[in-house]
């Protein structure tokens, strides 16, 4: 079961201190380097020194020690059929997954495996990590204290793993997350969408608009920030099933209520007829619909794309909106799970969009968004945004 030792993690009051310490000790600089863990690469072993809360624990409970497995999921398992129990259960860390348990002698054993290859990490089968990027940088955006550019998802959070809250705790966390993790551009270009959507969204619901429809809502918290404005109008969250059960308990968890407005409909984009889902669901194709699309289209093939608007043109009458995003660029995604897929050239978008029968209204590229939702009261751009994407309002 075990095939060596793994991981070392000592608990420190002073990472910094600590970092300067083990550098010195081991002639090396560590192999990873943040605000609230620091890892060092000794053989095929790795040393982590980790930002414990205080008071620290006993020096028993300071020091943690990661046998390696093949399998994770059934170490864990086997271990407790065998008379372990369990201590903490199986989370992901980074690009590492681990777990605790205790032996029939009082010991305590850490078990650390690979994360998932890119066919097991598919959103059918576990929820959207990118779903889990949006929400930390709403969180992010929602704990910046420039009031200007200030995020208003003070729900995102709820959403994190623990490693994620942990870089919120602090600004020196918060800005190096921004710089190192998500990086700037990326970070604007988060808070502009949010922004743009958020008023579009609370535009309809103040219009009281019959029937608002979110295609891959992830973790999406517009329907629970202003439920309290919300008069009549049904809202369909649609993602897949893996995410959306997450979705749903970590509200229940935080004992957030979900609005009996609020319809959850499980559904793969790239797979599903959208017209056959979403009418069984009580979804009324004559009322005035505003769909929001938001970081959908560039993980979809051109057909998915084409279809969806094809869907929207013949299933909502006149008068309904359609705001997205898109890619104006071919990109490398970083997510294997999630490729990137679908991009049209800017000057391209509004003969597509008027193909399936629909018209642009607003499109907002770059510099459009940073002037917007970006620039500071001395007239000053808080953050660039990332090039290469833009979003559309259009109606249909």
């Known amino acids: 079961m075990f095939k060596g030792l793994k991981r070392i993690v000592y608990q420190v009051a002073d990472i910094d201190q600590a970092r300067q310490w083990y550098s010195k000790i081991l002639e090396m600089q560590p192999a990873f380097d943040t605000p609230f863990a620091v890892i060092f690469r000794v053989g095929n072993s790795t040393l982590s020194l980790v930002k414990g809360q205080l008071p620290l624990p006993d020096n028993t409970e300071k020091l943690e020690i990661y046998w390696k497995v093949e399998d994770i999921d059934a170490a864990y398992q086997q271990l407790i059929n065998l008379g372990a129990k369990p201590h903490t259960p199986i989370k992901t860390a980074l690009n590492t997954r681990l777990a605790k348990l205790v032996d029939p002698f009082g010991n305590v054993i850490g078990i650390t495996g690979s994360v998932l290859d890119a066919k097991e990490r598919s959103i059918e089968n576990q929820p959207s990590e990118t779903a889990m990027t949006v929400a930390f940088c709403r969180a992010l955006a929602a704990k910046d204290e420039r009031d200007a550019i200030k995020g208003s998802d003070y729900l995102a959070e709820l959403f994190l793993t623990e490693e994620g809250r942990k870089l919120l705790n602090d600004r020196g966390s918060r800005i190096w997350a921004i710089q190192k ?185 770059a510099h459009e968004m940073e002037k917007r939702y970006l620039t500071m009261n001395d007239g000053n751009i808080a953050e660039k945004v990332l090039a290469g994407f833009c979003f559309v309002k259009a109606l249909v």
């Open 181 to 365: 993790l998500v990086t700037s551009p990326l970070y604007g270009y988060f808070i502009a969408r949010t922004a743009f959507i958020d008023h579009i969204f609370k535009q309809s619901i103040t219009d009281d608009i019959p029937q608002i429809v979110l295609l891959g809502a992830g973790y999406d918290t517009r329907a629970y920030r202003y439920r309290m404005s919300i008069k009549h109008t049904r809202i369909f969250e649609l993602d897949i099933q893996s995410t959306q059960k997450r979705k749903q308990e970590v509200l229940n968890s935080a004992n957030i209520e979900i609005p009996q407005e609020v319809t959850f409909v499980s559904v793969n984009l790239k797979q599903d007829q959208l017209k056959e889902v979403l009418c069984n669901t009580g979804f009324d194709p004559t009322m005035k619909t505003l769909f929001i699309w938001e970081g959908v289209t560039y993980y979809l093939t051109e057909e998915a794309v084409a279809a969806t608007l094809c869907f929207i043109k013949n299933n909502s009458p006149y008068g309904s909106i359609l705001c997205f995003d898109y890619m104006t660029e071919q990109l490398e995604s970083v997510n294997l799970a999630e490729p990137f897929q679908f991009w049209l050239a800017q000057g391209n978008m509004d003969k597509f969009i008027d193909e399936h029968g629909l018209k642009i209204i607003e499109h907002i590229d």
